[in-house]
């Protein structure tokens, strides 16, 4: 019987060196055949043609504009042949052979749609970054992730469902996306991960938190840890995902918390820190969440 195959994507925007390092390391670990497909999500100069000429046998997609996250992800998906596909972040790397862990997850349960790698940070001492995630409240829309900051010491190696998937590893069958549908573009970065699993749920299927296999991850190599980037997708998309997933008064509550409590106190935060670029960038994603026409594409 064949094997059934596995495609990687992954979404590069000005990191050359990153995406190198993250195929590098797929190609010195790993046994099992993989697909690897590449997307240069509008990088300011041409990155698809030297990763061409280093990598002939990767596959290697250009956009010439940045599609988010999402959009990029889903440029990969149309081009990817496989039966699994992984998403994998180009500021991630593995050490060991242990990506097939992932694939025998989905094959043994039909019932799970996505699974998900331990993820522990790449810059010493190496500790943990998920081992899961709790659910996100109803109201603030914050959760947390499990295991965050401790060390690798045994306690969470053990499988368990987890209510979403982590955007820098996750694996789902082919199956799942097409019924699904896409990641949604709308969200451009950050919360269109935790808004597609939320649509895996709703078709009947678990995620599930598999620490057999280990991914290490740059954090915040590509956007920065306080960038208005960062601060600008996170406010609009917050209220974005309330008024999409919630209903009724959950949904004006949260929507309520957002705007009168969450932005007001971060904008005010980033003032006194004399950071009035991620106040303005607050600013402007509560803005741009009332512009948005469609907010259900």
Same mark, same amino acid.
């Given at each position: ?5 596995? +495609? ?40 698809? !043609? ?27 998906? !149309? ?34 749609? !996505? ?105 915040? !190599?590509?956007?920065?840890?306080? +960038? ?70």
């Amino acid at each position: 019987m064949m094997e059934r195959r596995i +495609s990687v994507i992954s979404v590069n925007y000005n990191g050359y060196d990153l995406t190198c390092a993250m195929i590098d390391s797929l190609r010195r670990h790993v046994t099992t055949p993989l697909e690897i497909v590449i997307v240069d999500n509008g990088s300011t100069r041409d990155e698809a !043609a030297p990763l061409r000429e280093r990598y002939p046998d990767v596959k290697v997609l250009r956009s010439e504009r940045n599609l988010g996250f999402a959009g990029g992800n889903n440029l990969g998906f !149309a081009a990817a042949t496989g039966d699994y596909l992984l998403l994998l972040n180009n500021d991630t790397e593995v050490t060991e052979d242990t990506l097939h862990y992932l694939r025998e997850t989905l094959d043994n349960d039909r019932s799970i749609g !996505a699974v998900c790698p331990k993820i522990r940070f790449f810059a010493p001492p190496q500790h943990i970054q998920f081992a899961g995630y709790t659910p996100l409240t109803r109201i603030t829309l914050r959760n947390a992730l499990i295991g965050f900051g401790e060390p690798d010491d045994g306690r969470y190696d053990t499988p368990h469902d987890t209510p979403y998937a982590h955007g820098a590893a996750m694996m789902v069958r082919r199956e799942t996306l097409e019924k699904a549908g896409p990641m949604p573009e709308i969200y451009f970065l950050y919360y269109e991960e935790l808004d597609w699993s939320v649509r895996i749920r709703e078709q009947g299927r678990r995620i599930v938190y598999d620490p057999r296999c280990t991914v290490f991850h740059k954090e915040s !190599a590509t956007t920065g840890q306080q +960038s208005p980037l960062r601060s600008y997708c996170l406010t609009r998309n917050r209220l974005l995902f309330a008024w999409r997933n919630l209903r009724g008064g959950a949904r004006l509550l949260s929507v309520a918390y957002q705007l009168c409590i969450a932005a007001p106190k971060n904008a005010v935060s980033a003032l006194a820190h004399r950071r009035g670029d991620l106040a303005k960038a607050v600013c402007r994603g509560v803005r741009d969440f009332f512009t948005l026409k469609n907010k259900q594409a």
